[in-house]
């Protein structure tokens, strides 16, 4: 899900938590509780920390992963659950639709929650981790090229989408047979490629960041404000027309998952519901509190 890829320090725990997600349940359970030190790893990746910066990054961090850990996974779970009767009774677009609005909203209650000392940790960068952080960012830009093959032609576009949707429905689901192969690639043929107009977005997200960070050693409360800001309202700086295809494209999509809906067998949705009952274990696993205070692993 694309809305989980924001910009740090929050889109590091968000980034995480995707690909957690992405990777499987029993990698869940495994690298959440450790996630403190991967993320430690990734913010140094980005912005070259020094040591007090990589300190304070962990202090910032463990109070937002905590937080996240033992408040959030308990609700996500409840979310699921939810999610998980609406696919025992057919999933519909609407239900895409309200899977994706939930999910931009627990992206804004961590971005509310942590800005503050995001804000705080990148007052403190020098010209030189901009510059470090500016480099690292255009390794991400031309990694998404290449791995979207945003600037070939059409069917090479179409080709990974396909590829990427059949996988993605595969793991949900379980097996597809060849003719539901069939009948997903035909649908995805009316659903618009939307891979340049991300890459567009991204480099606007990344233009306002930079210009925010020009503000870091202004009056701390004000830079804090403006951060969240634009942490929460990560759409506002789209232009009308932008706005209108994102919002047609993921219309299109619910559209898609309807249709595979319709398609599975009595197999195929148990699969799924197996599938969002093992995360529903597992955030509520994670969420428990062992004798002593020390956390679930």
């Known amino acids: 899900m694309n809305i989980l890829t924001r910009w740090p320090l929050l889109r590091i725990l968000l980034c995480g938590i995707a690909l957690l997600l992405a990777s499987g349940c029993s990698t869940l359970r495994i690298g959440y509780g450790h996630f403190d ?7 140094h990746d980005y912005f070259d920390l020094n040591p007090d910066q990589r300190d304070a990054f962990t202090r910032h961090f463990g109070r937002l992963h905590d937080w996240h850990r033992y408040e959030q996974l308990p609700e996500y779970a409840r979310f699921l659950e939810e999610m998980q009767k609406r696919a025992a009774r057919g999933l519909r677009a609407a239900d895409m639709l309200w899977l994706v609005d939930g999910l931009k909203q627990r992206y804004a209650q ?46 090479e576009r179409r080709k990974v989408i396909e590829q990427r949707t059949l996988s993605q429905l595969r793991e ?10 069939a009948r997903i690639t035909d649908l995805l043929k009316t659903t618009p490629l939307v891979d340049q107009l991300r890459h567009q977005d991204r480099l606007r997200r990344q233009r306002e960041f930079l210009a925010l960070l020009e503000l870091r050693k202004g009056e701390r409360r004000i830079f804090a404000q403006r951060l969240r800001d634009w942490l929460e309202h990560w759409e506002a700086g789209r232009d009308a027309a932008q706005a209108k295809l994102f919002e047609e494209s993921w219309k299109k999509r619910a559209e898609l998952y309807e249709a595979v ?33 020390a956390p679930a692993r």
């Open 110 to 155: 961590i971005a509310a929650r942590g800005a503050a000392d995001a804000a705080d940790l990148l007052a403190t960068l020098s010209p030189a981790q901009i510059e470090s952080f500016k480099q690292q960012l255009d390794k991400d830009n031309r990694k998404f090229l290449r791995e979207n093959r945003t600037e070939a032609g059409e069917a």
């Open 172 to 181: 949900w689901v379980g097996p597809l047979s060849t003719a539901q192969q």
């Open 37 to 43: 030190s991967v993320a430690s790893w990734m913010a």
């Open 261 to 293: 809906d319709r398609m599975l067998t009595a197999t195929q949705r148990n699969h799924l519901l197996d599938r969002i009952q093992d995360y529903i274990d597992d955030f509520r696993e994670l969420a428990k509190r062992r004798s002593g205070g």
